[in-house]
């Protein structure tokens, strides 16, 4: 950050009295800029054995594949997120389903919420930020194109799942690229 969103003047980053991190704060106005990690909400969605996957057309990752997920906007709850980005990223429409991976990521400040969910109808299409959609049996899973260590994550946890024929919550810590 270079300059302050309330009154335009240049901020500068050091730890106000009180706090025990640096903050952009600005001399002028006196507005401090905190800067917290951001939520990531997207879902699995099943169709009998298989899941839909997308295949990116935006960076980072173009061209590698993801479940549809993305960050989470004002005003809206972590399920109305994961099925607007189901919606935004594969034309699916969804029933969502229970939380199934919460993921921190430290390194990006991130956290990912990750929804089971069923696809209501095979009506799903690429959207915008996509190239394409496809439903993949576990066999077929294209484990070396995946776009994100959470989506890998979670794949692995479901299918595991499902071998073990019992779906619960996880969370975890991905601290690596
Ligand atoms: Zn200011």
């Given at each position: 950050m270079n300059f302050?969103?309330?009154c335009g003047s240049a901020v500068m980053l050091c730890v106000p009295t009180g706090d025990?991190?640096?903050r952009y704060v600005c001399p002028e106005c006196g507005t401090i800029h905190y800067q917290n990690p951001k939520m990531v909400v997207g879902c699995i969605p099943e169709w009998e054995d298989?899941?839909?996957l997308c295949r990116r057309a935006i960076e980072p990752r173009y061209g590698l594949w993801t479940l549809p997920a993305g960050f989470m906007e004002n005003g809206e709850t972590t399920l109305?997120?994961?099925a607007?980005?189901?919606w935004e990223e594969a034309r699916a429409r969804i029933e969502i389903g229970g939380l199934y991976t919460l993921y921190n990521v430290p390194h990006a400040n991130q956290v990912h919420f990750l929804f089971r969910a069923r696809l209501l109808d095979l009506d799903f299409q690429p959207g915008i930020e996509s190239l394409e959609t496809r439903l993949f049996?576990?066999?077929d899973i294209p484990?070396?194109?995946i776009a994100f260590r959470t989506v890998r994550a979670t794949l692995e946890q479901y299918f595991s799942d499902r071998?073990?024929?019992s779906f619960d919550f996880h969370f975890g810590d991905i601290r690596t690229r």
């Open positions: 302050c969103s309330e025990h991190l640096p298989k899941v839909l109305e997120g994961a607007r980005e189901t049996a576990e066999a484990w070396d194109k071998r073990a024929g």
